[in-house]
């Protein structure tokens, strides 16, 4: 994981201690990486919580109870997913701040032909604030598009956090 | 993430699609690094289904319905713990098989003096087979801690998967 990203981690780790909230995850296309990576910064043992890796849409119903008419309605890949993942991750765990993201990183477009570097990140708070962001980017490798994906991630978590 | 590691997993997705499997995963100590593993794979998308990261305490009661009893009889790295998270994420999930890893990776011992590279690596299917694994690893940095974490966690879903 670059250093970079690394080091956004540490700064909504920090954030996150200082505020004492704690931080759950919902990551469909980035599959664990966003967790890990906050798992990793000094002091992730008090304020994150944990998630839920959500990577078909069976799974995106069980765990978080996402309609599947939802998905049907929007794809797996859109603001209206993205949302629900973010706020059935906050109800399921407890937590204060929840972050999901939904994308297509590659190689292929998804089945609902939803192109590679589309990408839906939402996240909320227990108090109803929400943030959301979509983001279209023009790379194609699948690491550059999950570096993306965890970049404006922690960018939304920081916000939603500073907020 | 090793290359060796990227073989592993890509021989379990093959082993869980030859057999028409889908795996979940419960994660403590790697913290979303196995469910990324599996999700690079190819052919992740039929057979890797997704799973839990439950890095707190207060987390696997509420995300795995792991009693806090269990975890104040057995500490949260053990035996008995891993098996529950296998348990309740097969569950919980409707996925065939599930893997569930929790330890020490470091750099410090745990709050409950459990120390630097003890790890319980569970699996179970639906049909009721379990495995469990106890590593003491006497590696001292973190990364090498998850490496072997993961590399054993394979191992396991890969021999739970050919069994």
Redesign the interface.
Known sequence: MSSKLEKKAAAVIKRAEDKGLAI??A?SC???????L???APG??TC?????????K???S??LAIPPALIAQHTAVSREVALRMAVSALK???AHVAVAVTGVIGPEPDEDGNPVGLMHIAATTRGGHTRHVKIASRKTS?EANRERALAEALTLLDEILAG
Chains 1, 2 share one sequence.
């Open positions: 759950v995850t990551e980035t599959a664990g990486a966003l967790a890990t906050l798992a990793d992730a043992g994150f919580y944990g998630g839920f890796v959500t990577y078909t069976t799974c995106k069980a765990l399921a765990s407890g699948r």
